[in-house]
């Protein structure tokens, strides 16, 4: 049997598996995310790749990272946290480095084809993967294919304009749909609904131990799981936000299954279903017209990684 190779890139990993055709992982390797970035970044890669072929037949390796990859997938136009590898031809600088096929794209697009492929999205031709943490990424699969955009970067649905003239965002634009539905925003709910009942906000932060300036997302969920005030009233505004957004995007793609996933995602129903009320209650026609369905997602951190391993393969 052959296989692929699937390796993703984050600021501070490296992770590659060897991927069987059925999205099984059979085999990994890690190693640090060099801090120059660069070629030694690159360098990285490869090792890896060399190392998960050394046992396996190998057929590809696919690639994914955050940020932008140019149309043909060669380039890495720009990063967000990685040093030195803007304007990278990586496929290039692979190519010479390792002597199979090789696959480049964008981290939130891979888990996508991820999870249409093995995961929540098995079945559904139109479907489409928030991943929900730090930030919001996305990934569309339309008809059966993955969307990229005219010039490769399309789907970057963290970004979407959700409130005129709202927070600053780092990409620049103010009122992004991340800045008001992602896990950051939910600890900024969070602060928002202790200094609204500062009574009940003590309770909370005497029950995790933690201050206002350093409670965390895990926090949040255990308090919403044992029906905390605050922590309800986090994950409430945290889904009218994210409801509207869902709704936005039914609106424009018309997707049979919606998939969340993310570090988020950890609360499950306390998300979701307050999630779908408010997506339904904002969805254009709303009762005259199917809905999506809103599920949480199955691949968990392994989605890009599987995702572009069966890329690699195409």
Known sequence: MTYSIGIDVGGTKVLGG??????????????????????????????????LMQDHNVECVGVSAAGFISAD????????????????????????????????????????WGESQFGAGRGFQDMVLLTIGTGVGGGMILSHSLFRGSFGIGAELGHFRLIPDGI????????????????????????????????????????????????????????ARDGDPIALAAFVTLSAYLGAGLASLCAILDPARIVIGGGVIDAGEILLAPTRTAMLELIPFSGQRPAPEVVSAQLGNNAGLVGVADLARR
């Open 18 to 51: 060897v991927v069987d055709v059925d999205g099984t992982i059979i085999a990994t390797c890690r190693k640090d995310t060099p801090d120059e970035g660069g070629g030694a970044l690159t360098q990285t890669i490869a090792d890896v790749a060399r190392e």
């Open 168 to 223: 600053l965002c780092g990409c620049g634009v103010r009122g992004c749909f991340e800045q008001y539905a992602s896990g950051t925003a939910l600890l900024r709910h969070a602060r928002e609904a202790i200094e609204n009942d500062p009574k009940a906000g003590e309770a909370f932060l005497s029950r995790t131990n933690e201050t206002i300036e350093d409670f965390s997302g895990k926090s949040l969920t255990l308090g």
């Open 73 to 112: 997938r060669k380039t890495i136009l720009a990063t967000p946290n990685i040093k030195n590898w803007n304007g990278v031809n990586l496929h290039a600088q692979l190519s010479r480095k390792i002597s199979k096929p090789i696959a480049i794209e964008n981290d939130a697009n891979a888990a996508a």
